[in-house]
């Protein structure tokens, strides 16, 4: 299975930054809007997989191309898993990553618990139906908001404990080689050598 030319069904300039970094070799990654095609999804599903799903499956109708999407986000222990599948629109609608961060912050403000994941899942759509590829990644949620880093989404509040920094200190490079994501889309990358 090696297709050239896959579809990404991502509007997200910072994860599209990611899957270019991570699938670099035997074929070239094409965004929905550079394959100049109108799309958008409502989230609807109620799990990453559902959400992942109906992303592939809606690009590879409209484009005819094997096609990939993933849906992620951050589960915390002490909110019982919330903000999950809605951690991109947690909160109040037109908040920024930032306010969705501080709101979050907010929520387990002085709780002592404060285990936490990110969790991705990759769907692959093309002619033999839609496979999946997952990464989790844990770590713990800082006190408050790194104000210095390069990180996106609730990156400023994600500490690595083997690394002991927040995925918004570290490089995109030390940060792919271990998130949730990098380690989705190199089982993917595995799929579609085999």
Known sequence: ?????????????????EFKKILT????????KELGLDFEVEETESTFEGN???????????S???SIAD?????????????GVYSA????????????TEFLL??????PDRDAYYFCCIAFTDGNGTKFFTGKCKGLLAEDYDESGNGFGYDPIFIYPPLGKRFSQISPEE????????????????FLKD
Do not use: W
């Open 175 to 190: 940060k792919s080689k271990v998130s949730h994501r990098g380690i989705a889309l190199r089982e993917f990358a595995k």
């Open 71 to 83: 849906d992620s986000g951050i589960c915390v222990s002490a909110l019982d898993g919330r903000p």
């Open 64 to 66: 005819g191309m094997p």
């Open 89 to 100: 629109r947690y909160g109040k609608p037109g908040f920024t990553d930032r306010d969705r």
């Open 25 to 32: 070799t035997g074929f070239s990654l094409l965004t929905a």
């Open 52 to 62: 992942a799903r109906l992303k592939s499956e809606h690009l590879y109708k409209i």
């Open 106 to 111: 907010e929520e387990i403000k002085g709780n």
């Open 1 to 17: 299975m090696n297709p050239t030319k896959l579809a990404l069904a991502s509007n997200n300039q910072h994860k599209i930054f």
